[in-house]
T-cell receptor
């Protein structure tokens, strides 16, 4: 039981390149979330998905797109990466669908040069 | 507009003593509060939570206190251990299982 998995763990992109961050959860929960963590800023919500086929913007959605193709997977896409998107990205899903606590993946460290 | 604030970027405490981490919030619609612990190169892990209908919740060495009138919560760790050295984030929720996080406080436990 891995909980929440993320790939890749590290990535370096040049400005303007695109990439997709993958997230999968095996807890069979409806909700999934993407956050970014920056020094001095805490974790900020980029997008979330309350259920399969639905997505909503969070606090910092500009420059990102998401896809919730099935209950298990929630991907985050950067169409044209910018240095301001250098960050650590975390995917999360609730520990229990009836509770608020979220279980986080190990993160993807992205550097855009 | 920072709705959840942790005003101390860092805190240093001697092993065996009490660690107190503080968090303030501005949104009165928040009704559930959580603390997460994060080690380097890992995802945050849930530590303890409290509902707005309570003013205290305890789990082993960890206790969270909530003062709704002051919009303030604190995490007490007693006694502090070297393995407690990490970054601690407080978070708040006003529904839909969405969380708003503070900036984090780096706790260092000195032997």
């Amino acid at each position: 039981n891995a909980g929440v998995t993320q790939t890749p763990k590290f990535q370096v992109l040049k400005t303007g390149q695109s990439m997709t961050l993958q997230c999968a959860q095996d807890m069979n929960h409806n909700s999934m979330y993407w956050y970014r963590q920056d020094p001095g800023m805490g974790l900020r919500l980029i997008y979330y998905s309350a259920s399969e086929g639905t997505t909503d913007k969070g606090e910092v959605p500009n420059g990102y797109n998401v896809s919730r193709l099935n209950k298990r997977e929630f991907s985050l896409r950067l169409e044209s990466a910018a240095p301001s998107q250098t960050s650590v990205y975390f995917c999360a899903s609730p520990r229990d669908p009836a509770r608020t606590e979220q279980y986080f993946g190990p993160g993807t460290r992205l550097t855009v040069t | 507009d920072q709705q959840v604030k942790q005003n101390s970027p860092s805190l240093s405490v001697q092993e065996g003593r009490i660690s107190i981490l503080n968090c303030d919030y501005t949104n009165s619609m928040f009704d559930y509060f959580l603390w997460y612990k994060k080690y380097p190169a890992e995802g945050p892990t849930f530590l303890i939570s409290i509902s707005s209908i309570k003013d205290k919740n305890e789990d082993g060495r960890f206790t969270v206190f909530l003062n709704k009138s002051a919009k303030h919560l604190s995490l007490h760790i007693v006694p502090s251990q070297p393995g407690d050295s990490a970054v601690y984030f407080c978070a708040a929720s006003g529904g839909a299982q969405k969380l708003v996080f503070g900036q984090g406080t780096r706790l260092t436990i000195n032997p």
